[in-house]
């Protein structure tokens, strides 16, 4: 997070903060800047909505190097709040075993949505640019699935993607080329912008903070307005401890 001014003491809650001055969006390559100025995500009157959830623990055989995957336990509410703050949406939610890589990409084989939302597990490489993957619940019981960057489907109808999943922004930094990430592979699908995260995420507060943002978005702002509006209403209510940057900042706009 970027800081206008500096207090002494590392008091976070006296601290300003760039964004109570402007809405911050990061741009991958110029020409993304001028594509999404061109044609500017815009909130359609009736919104088609895809939403997945790890909310169930999956724990992985033993051939599985990741021993288990905890559940996010706020990643129910936090798809759950999203028909509630867009009203006029017609969302599909997929919860435990329904989200699955199979569903997802049946869902987006048969429809266009307007908004993709996953509250999923990720991992990304510092390494390997082909190393950046969605982790969702396999098919069967106690398996996980992977879905790479390179696997994504083309998204015809140019969508806002929420990856509210651990450090979908972050990858392998190449010179003159950026941070290859998952953020950027949904770009190159054809998402209109991308919400994504620097770090691990706190499962609680991404949930908070993305409840404020569909409200914002709800009301007609962009989404880098929204969250913005929704980043500073955490931090008007947070505490000194809590306003932190690494709890709120980690979700950036693209």
Known sequence: AFLSSVEEGNQWGKEHFLIQDFSIRYAHSIKN???????????????DILALAFNEKNTAGASNARASLSALPYSDDEILNIPKRISDSNPTLLFGGQSTEANFLSQCSRKDFDIIHLALHAESSERDRFDNKLLLPGKRRNTIDTLYGFELPVFKKNPLIILSSCQTAYGTQQLGEGT??????FLQSGAAQVIASLWNIEDSVT?????????QLSNGHSPSKSLRNAQLRYLEEANDFASNPGWWSLLVCY
């Open 207 to 215: 949930s908070e903070l993305m409840d404020d943002f569909y409200e």
């Open 180 to 185: 290859y990430s998952l953020t950027r592979c």
């Open 33 to 47: 800047y001028w594509r999404q100025q061109a044609a500017p995500f815009c909130l359609p009157a009736s919104s």
